[in-house]
């Protein structure tokens, strides 16, 4: 569990996932120097419970490297992340860990996902994610990464063997998607037909704090908050690495990078509008500032507006830390 100011709903997500109905297991806390009432819950409940491994990192090192942190902290057979705010139901690991033990080809297990609200009423439930539990990487890629679907997967159940082959979370925007899409590659996922994880939507969640890919990345990687990135040319190029560098024979490497390039012309216009926002920024550079009438702004300006909206509690939540 990484977290960074996570008082608000932390001892009901620690509640869930200490009364599972599979008990031996072990909840690594990654606290990214949280400056609320963070430390004392979980030292509180460390000193109740054995299983809970608390540390707490002496700056915030953002989102990815926090992600990353309790993964390189693990020691089990299988991993999974947990989010400050988020429930899990009393089956959740019994039932994931079933489906693991007796089929090898998974790599990846999670049950179907319902959406809470902060007074953990449930809003909605998701669709079934695509299916990534085709035979062929291949086809696992494109369900993965050409189909539209949530990303909820990475807080399944995930073989530890298998994700020490991936290159974690990355510090950009979209990285979990980037990661799925890589773990596709190395095997298949099963859902659980059953609605066992509850996700919290909230006001202080990160796409409701930073509602771009320009400004989320202040969460994943801070140093680069407030500034021009190329979101989605960066999901290309890393789609591209994990077809690179994932164990495939000829045919289902070539088909993977045909359905990249698919994904390019799907996504040729947030391609495209990544380059105009470059090229804005080029000319105001080497321009002469103009007057702005009152109650305009100029990009930078609105990117600043966006990145201090959550300043009070900057990369806000678990999920988000």
Not at 56 to 77: C, D, H
Not at 276 to 285: D, F, G, P, Q, V
């Amino acid at each position: 569990m990484p977290v960074f100011n996570g008082e608000n709903y932390l001892a009901k997500a620690l509640d869930s996932l200490l009364t599972q109905t599979y008990s031996d297991y072990e909840l690594i806390i990654s606290d990214n120097a949280s400056t609320d009432g963070t430390m004392e819950i979980c030292q509180t409940y460390a000193s109740r419970d054995h299983r809970i491994h608390y540390y707490r990192n002496e700056t915030n090192l953002g989102g990815a490297k926090n992600y990353n942190r309790v993964f390189e902290l693990s020691s089990g057979e299988y991993f999974k992340w947990a989010a400050h705010d988020d429930l899990c139901a009393p089956e959740f690991l019994e039932r994931c860990i079933d489906v693991l033990d007796q089929d090898n080809s998974v790599i990846l297990c999670h049950p179907r996902t319902s959406e809470i609200d902060e007074h953990g009423t449930v809003v909605k439930n998701y669709r079934a994610d695509p299916n990534i539990g085709l035979p062929k990487p291949s086809q696992r890629f494109y369900q993965c990464v050409c189909v539209p679907h949530p990303q909820v997967a990475v807080f399944g159940l995930i073989r530890s063997s298998t994700l020490k082959k991936t290159r974690l979370i990355g510090n950009f925007a979209s990285s979990d998607r980037i990661l799925l899409g890589e773990l596709a590659l190395l095997g298949r996922f099963y859902e659980i037909p059953e609605y066992l994880f509850f996700m919290r939507n909230h006001p202080q969640v990160h796409w409701r704090v930073y509602p771009t890919r320009h400004l989320v990345i202040a969460w994943y990687n801070p140093r680069k908050a407030g500034k021009i990135t190329f979101p989605h040319w960066r999901l290309l190029i890393e789609h591209f690495r994990s077809i690179k560098r994932a164990p495939l024979n000829l045919h289902e490497r070539t088909r993977c990078y045909i359905y990249l390039i698919w994904w390019i012309r799907k996504s040729y216009r947030d391609l495209a509008k990544n380059l105009i926002l470059k090229e804005k920024k080029k000319r105001r550079a080497t321009s002469t500032p103009i007057k702005q009438s009152p109650g305009s702004y100029s990009l930078k300006a609105r990117l600043e507006k966006g990145t201090m909206q959550g300043a009070a509690n900057l990369y806000g939540t678990s999920k988000d830390s």
